[in-house]
């Protein structure tokens, strides 16, 4: 909004040009804004003959679905689509992994999604080894650095599941 109606540049441009935002995430976010439906967000179909590069091949689908919601709720908050920003939190909600966790308890705290932000920590206070797999991730170290204050919240929930 202050990019169009303030005393920014963009009020008087043609284009406006987003730097900070993935092509597909914005071009999803559009596709929301304009027909009110969410992008597909799930895994395609398969037809590998290999069992192995099946695996493979579903583990990067979920991976990069994860990773698209995970963008599109950032865009979402920032946009103020509260409604699109709910959607992609349950879809984050419902495919919360130990590879996950950490980053989208990180994500949920960052973008004010309190739901989100107890799914992740009852995933991860669940069982000491689910702790303990979380606690060795890249995403626990940037859980970490960019929200010392959820670790915290995080060891009382532990400390208060025993």
Sequence with gaps: MAEF???????????VEIKDMDAEVFKALLQFIYTDTMPELRQREWD??????????EEADAKAVTVMAQHL??????????????????KLSSSI????AATTLALAEQHNCPELKTRCVQFIIRTPA???AVLATEGYKHLEASCPLVVID???AA????
């Design 5 to 15: 109606f303030g005393d920014m540049k963009e009020k008087c441009s043609q284009c």
């Design 48 to 57: 590998a003959e290999d069992e192995a590069e099946y695996e493979q091949q």
């Design 73 to 90: 709720l950032a865009a979402a908050d920032r946009c103020g689509l509260d409604r699109l920003k709910h959607i992609c939190a349950g």
């Design 97 to 100: 992994n130990v590879d996950t």
């Design 130 to 132: 689910t702790l303990d």
């Design 154 to 156: 995080l060891l009382k």
């Design 159 to 162: 400390h208060g599941r025993k």
